[in-house]
């Protein structure tokens, strides 16, 4: 997005248009009112339909609502650090590295300290979007003050100033737009260490986003003594993932009832967990299994599921609570 001002910024709309003039009668009425001169009064209405047409397609208010939904996605993304060749070393005709292997020649110690630098770019990252979309919220607000001054001699005599306002904001949407993907890490290190005679690798190291896991909770139901969990990712892996699942129940009573909880790995987005006490509250959290190349990962997702109520308390529902929760594989339903 390039908002470039020209003069009045008016070179590339067609000034003889319905939209570039208000209806007659209220140039009429203008006039009439003798708030300016005819050719002032054109003048006006030129230019408060430009600001009026970038307010409604580069900033409306459609576009930063969806900018703000995409920013919220970020903020639950999973971050890591992709290893990519660079390119062959000269006369070398094996084929490229493979990112495995090169894992093997990168020196630990090293691409454990590069881990922190690529966790704190995300974080500043999305410190500076936020900042960035701020910048818009409060320029959109200010040029629709701007639009709704009953006076329009003020908008005319600081045309100028919203001139360079435009400008300003189409470079801070340029910047935003820009800053959405992540980038490359910035090493200033070797992290292959000296391995004699072979050749070194040449490689880059870039940020790269996952989506967030999130709970189905229109599939996720909790019953009397067992729950079954179902979980997405919007944008699936072409590789099968690894999750892990927490759980615990909330209040517990007793000591035994602290017993109540665990961390599960599941390779599928679906789990059962049973034996667990009836008329009861218990909340439930999934992420991805840790990774080796995991720089930042701000948000898990959690859902609280209440068991439904069991029968009245007896000698034959003694039990209850004396047994651990039963992991068990998806039920077909």
């Known amino acids: 997005m390039n908002f470039q ?25 203008a006039e009439d009112g003798q708030l300016l001169e005819p050719e002032a009064w054109r003048t006006y209405v030129e230019r408060r339909n430009a600001l009026q047409e970038f307010l409604t397609s580069d900033l409306s208010p459609h ?30 005709q094996n084929p490229l590295v493979l990112p495995t292997t090169m894992f093997q020649l990168i020196d630990p110690w090293k691409f454990q300290r590069m ?11 999305l410190l500076l979007l936020g900042d960035l979309l701020e910048q818009l919220d409060h320029g959109r607000s200010e040029l629709d003050a701007l639009l709704e001054s009953p006076d329009p001699r003020p908008f005319l005599a600081g045309w100028g100033l919203v001139e360079q306002r ?3 904001l189409s470079a801070v949407m340029d910047s935003f737009l820009a800053m959405m993907v992540p980038g ?33 909770r229109k599939e996720s139901v909790a019953h009397q003594d067992w729950v079954s969990l179902r979980w997405f990712v919007t944008i699936q892996q072409a590789v099968p993932e690894q999750f892990e699942l927490r759980y615990k129940l909330l209040d517990p009573r007793t000591q035994q009832e602290c017993m109540q909880c665990g961390i599960i790995p599941v390779a599928a ?9 009836p008329n009861r509250a218990y909340k439930f ?6 990774s080796y190349t995991l720089v930042y990962e701000p948000w898990r997702d959690s859902l609280t599921l209440h068991t439904r109520p069991g029968p009245p308390e007896g000698p034959a529902s003694s039990w209850l609570g004396k047994l651990g929760p039963s992991l068990t594989a998806p039920s077909e339903r």
Request: net charge positive; glycine share 4%.
């Open 5 to 29: 001002v020209t003069g009045l910024g008016l070179d590339k709309m067609k000034l003889d248009s319905p939209q570039s003039f208000l209806d007659q009668e209220e140039v009429e009425e």
């Open 63 to 92: 576009v930063l609502k969806r900018h703000h939904a995409r920013m919220e996605l970020l903020k639950k993304c999973s971050y890591y650090i992709e290893i990519l060749p660079k390119h062959l070393a000269l006369g070398d």
């Open 115 to 125: 881990k922190k630098v690529g966790a704190a770019q995300t974080k500043i990252q």
């Open 166 to 168: 435009l400008v300003d």
């Open 184 to 216: 490359r890490l910035h090493v200033k290190h070797r992290l292959v260490s000296d391995i004699g005679a072979t050749k070194i690798p040449h490689i880059r190291l870039m940020l790269s986003t996952k989506m967030p896991v999130m709970f189905d």
């Open 269 to 277: 987005c679906t789990f059962d967990i049973r034996n667990l006490l």
């Open 285 to 290: 959290t999934v992420k991805r299994a840790e």
